[in-house]
């Protein structure tokens, strides 16, 4: 294995982002005329790599500001195997290195969220689980991720693979994870992002995802039969939206697994985007080993091979998705 960046991530602080010779902030600094664009003063190729490269290596070191409004995103796709659960990790750990504070929620029962973020979720472990049963609160249950100080974990044990059934007679069944992570069970801790990992389903574990969110991000696998499914994830966001959560939209959707070589992946990329217009970000996920191989090291790809492709395109998406909410916050007016 190789890559494994020598930079400890834990040490830096939102308060580390001055220019200073050793995290490589006066470097930084040259690049970094508008962060919420993303766009360098040095608008070529070149430049842009430099910057991302030298983001990633200094983390902190070119910082996003903090959101006017926590933002909780679910992160759904009924298909398995389309890059929920390796967007969910990796977004967040590309927003953590900008400088924003993230906890992601692992509401699949396999937890591969979990182990990608290197935090314990052997049975026993205080869980997402008893979190919808309300038997332990979301700070609690909640674990820092080791590879940064920023980055937080409800993780699942195997205990939630009951709860689909469990929670069919319980009171308030769809709106669980939504008080679980109320502003009173969140307060103090600062977070920008929630960002919730589903199932591969669109059972009650989704619903409760779905109300506690008023962002859906969809991943879409750059492949054959992409779009199948998507209308049923649409009609039941709709069904949420009408009965359980108003606010509640498809604000982004991401390409993942592109694979530049084929002529499909761009046939999909742009059927996507016909489909969806603005929502899709305009970073591409492609496909790449070192994006599969980091999890097995119980790390995100910025932690595994921080200049590696699929790294640095986690990096563009997350300051992307990061950039839309302050033109969505200027267009309502939204105050913190
Ligand atoms: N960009 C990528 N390049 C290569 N492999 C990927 C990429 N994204 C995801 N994978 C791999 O594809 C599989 C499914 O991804 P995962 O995120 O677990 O999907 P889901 O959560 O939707 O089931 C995993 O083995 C993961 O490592
Ligand atoms: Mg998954």
């Keep these: 294995m190789s890559g494994h960046s020598p930079v400890s991530r834990g040490t830096v602080s939102r308060e580390t982002s001055a220019p200073s010779p050793d995290t490589g902030g006066a470097i930084a600094d040259d690049f970094a005329a508008d962060p919420y664009s993303g766009i360098s003063p040095l608008d070529t190729p070149i430049g842009a790599?430099?910057?991302?490269?030298?983001?990633?290596?200094?983390?902190g070191s070119v910082t996003l500001p903090k959101l006017a409004e926590r933002r909780v995103i679910t992160i759904a796709n009924q298909k398995g195997g389309v890059g929920k659960t390796t967007t969910a990790v990796n977004l967040a750990s590309a927003l953590a290195i900008q400088g924003l504070t993230v906890l992601v929620v692992d509401l699949d029962p396999q937890g591969n969220a979990?182990?990608?973020m290197g935090v314990d979720h052997?049975?026993?472990?205080?869980?997402?689980?008893?979190?919808?049963?309300?038997?332990?609160s979301a700070k609690d249950?909640?674990?820092?991720?080791?590879?940064?100080?920023?980055?937080?974990?409800?993780?699942?044990?195997?205990?939630?693979?009951?709860?689909?059934?469990?929670?069919?007679?319980?009171?308030?069944?769809?709106?669980?994870?939504?008080?679980?992570?109320?502003?009173?069970?969140?307060?103090?801790?600062?977070?920008?992002?929630?960002i919730i990992d589903c199932p591969p389903s669109l059972g009650l574990l989704t619903?409760?995802?779905?109300?506690?969110?008023?962002?859906?991000l969809i991943p879409i696998q750059c492949e054959y039969y992409a779009l199948e499914g998507v209308g049923q994830l649409l009609r039941n966001i709709e069904l949420v939206q009408a009965h359980l959560n108003p606010g509640l939209h498809v604000s982004t959707?991401?390409?993942?697994?592109?694979?530049?070589?084929?002529?499909?992946?761009?046939?999909?990329?742009?059927?996507?985007?016909?489909?969806?217009?603005?929502?899709?970000?305009?970073?591409?996920?492609?496909?790449?080993v070192k994006v599969s191989e980091a999890p097995g090291y119980g790390m995100t790809v910025l932690d595994y091979d921080p200049g590696s492709r699929g790294a640095m395109s986690y990096l563009d998406a997350g300051r992307e998705l990061a950039a839309r909410n302050l033109k969505s916050a200027a267009a309502t007016g939204a105050q913190r």
């Excluded at 790599?49 to 983390?59: C, M, Y």
């Excluded at 052997?122 to 332990?136: D, F, I, M, N, P």
């Excluded at 499909?264 to 790449?288: K, N, T, W, Y």
């Design 114 to 116: 979990s182990t990608a």
């Design 49 to 59: 790599a430099a910057q991302r490269a030298s983001q990633v290596l200094h983390p």
């Design 207 to 216: 619903v409760n995802a779905m109300v506690a969110a008023r962002e859906v």
């Design 253 to 288: 959707v991401l390409l993942t697994m592109y694979d530049g070589r084929t002529k499909l992946a761009d046939q999909v990329a742009e059927e996507v985007r016909r489909h969806f217009g603005e929502a899709v970000l305009r970073s591409v996920i492609p496909r790449s």
């Design 141 to 194: 249950a909640m674990q820092r991720s080791p590879h940064s100080e920023r980055l937080f974990c409800i993780p699942a044990t195997i205990d939630l693979a009951g709860a689909e059934i469990e929670l069919v007679s319980m009171v308030a069944r769809e709106g669980r994870l939504k008080t679980a992570l109320s502003d009173q069970a969140l307060d103090g801790l600062d977070l920008d992002f929630v």
């Design 122 to 136: 052997r049975a026993g472990t205080a869980s997402s689980y008893e979190l919808l049963l309300g038997e332990v």
